[in-house]
Nanobody, 123 residues
Framework: QVQLVESGGGLVQAGGSLRLSCAASGRTFSKYGMGWFRRHPGKELEWVAAISDSGDIIDYGDSVKGRFTISRDNTKTTVYLQMNGLNPEDTASYYC????????????????WGQGTQVTVSS
């Protein structure tokens, strides 16, 4: 079973940056599509970004496009989310997820999830 562990969350002022990391166990990381999601308090899960197994397909949710960057290092079995220009609306729990599909952006097709990391942006 693949395990995902997120890190890098914290408290940041508006306009600041954070870099989230998601370390995966297992030797088949390079075969998984990966994604980041977030959940605002009391709201549904929101897709943030997705990246294909090789990193050649990338896409973002409209609310983060132009500010966030997803990347992966298959040699380190880690996926990253660089978040710039943060604002209070980005405050949420952020979750890393992996899919047996080579690329996926629908939460229904993700097979394993991390426990989440909290990001809080103060105004």
């Amino acid at each position: 079973q693949v395990q995902l562990v997120e890190s890098g969350g914290g408290l940041v002022q508006a306009g600041g940056s954070l870099r989230l990391s998601c370390a995966a166990s297992g030797r088949t990381f390079s075969k998984y599509g990966m994604g980041w999601f977030r959940r605002h308090p009391g709201k549904e899960l929101e897709w943030v970004a997705a990246i294909s197994d090789s990193g050649d397909i990338i896409d973002y949710g409209d609310s983060v496009k132009g500010r966030f960057t997803i990347s992966r290092d298959n040699t380190k079995t880690t996926v990253y989310l660089q978040m710039n220009g943060l604002n209070p609306e980005d405050t949420a729990s952020y979750y890393c997820a992996g899919s047996f599909s080579l690329y996926c952006s629908d939460p229904a097709c993700f097979n394993f999830w991390g426990q989440g990391t909290q990001v809080t942006v103060s105004s």
